[in-house]
C-alpha cells in the first residue's frame, strides 16, 4: 500500500478513487476510469498504488486519518478532564460526522465492494485508530495502566466501527454515554480521578 498523504499525483488518484466511489459506482469502476479522471496514465497509477484493491484500502486510511485528526481536534477543544469524558467525547464525534460521511454511505451499499475494508479487511483501519486513542491516553492520564489503555483502545475502537456499520437506532449522544460507561469499567472505577 502506498503511503497515505503522498505527492500531488498520489493525492489526485485518490480524489479520483473517492469520486468514483461516492458516486455509487465502485464496484463498476477500472483503474483506467481513475487514471483518466486524475489526468495520468493508467500504468502511473498501477505504478502507484499496485491494484485497485490497494488503492481502495489507501483510499479508506485516507479517509480514517481524517477522522482521526478530527477526533483528535475535537478532544483538544473539548479538553476533557477525565479519560471517560474523552471517550464520550471522541465517541460522539465519530458517530457524528459518520452519518454523513459519503465514502462511509458508499461502503455500506452492498455492491460496492468496500465494505471489507472496514470489516475482514480492516485491521489497518482498527490499528491506525487504536494507536491514536492510546496514544492520547498515555499522553494526557499517564497514571493508567498500558494495560488497561490497550484493552480499552481496542475494545472501543472495534465496537465503534461495529456501530458505524451497523447503525443502531438510538441517537448518538447514547451510542457515546455507552462507550463511556464501557470506557468506565475498562479503565477501573478511579480513572476519572487519574
Not at 156 to 166: A, E, G, P, Q, W
Amino acid at each position: 500500500m502506498a503511503p497515505v498523504g503522498g505527492s500531488a499525483v498520489h493525492n489526485a488518484l485518490l480524489d479520483a478513487a473517492y469520486a468514483a466511489a461516492v458516486s455509487g459506482d465502485w464496484a463498476g469502476t477500472r483503474m483506467v476510469d481513475v487514471a483518466r479522471a486524475a489526468g495520468v496514465s493508467r500504468q502511473t497509477l498501477y505504478n502507484e498504488f499496485g491494484s485497485k484493491d490497494a488503492l481502495a484500502q489507501a483510499m479508506a486510511m485516507r479517509e480514517v486519518e481524517e477522522f482521526i485528526a478530527g477526533t483528535e481536534a475535537a478532544l483538544d477543544e473539548a479538553d476533557p478532564h477525565d479519560p471517560i469524558q474523552a471517550v464520550g467525547t471522541a465517541a460522539l464525534y465519530t458517530l457524528q460526522r459518520a452519518a454523513d460521511n459519503p465514502l462511509l454511505k458508499a461502503a455500506l451499499v452492498d455492491d460496492s465492494g468496500l465494505l471489507p475494508f472496514l470489516t475482514t479487511r480492516g485491521e489497518p483501519v482498527i490499528a491506525a485508530a487504536r494507536a491514536s486513542f492510546e496514544r492520547y491516553y498515555a499522553t494526557h492520564w499517564p497514571g493508567l495502566s498500558e494495560t488497561d489503555i490497550a484493552t480499552a483502545a481496542e475494545t472501543i475502537t472495534r465496537l465503534t466501527i461495529s456501530y458505524l456499520v451497523l447503525p443502531a437506532p438510538e441517537p448518538a449522544e447514547t451510542i457515546a454515554a455507552r462507550l463511556a460507561d464501557l470506557a468506565r469499567q475498562l479503565l477501573g472505577k478511579d480513572s476519572a480521578q487519574s
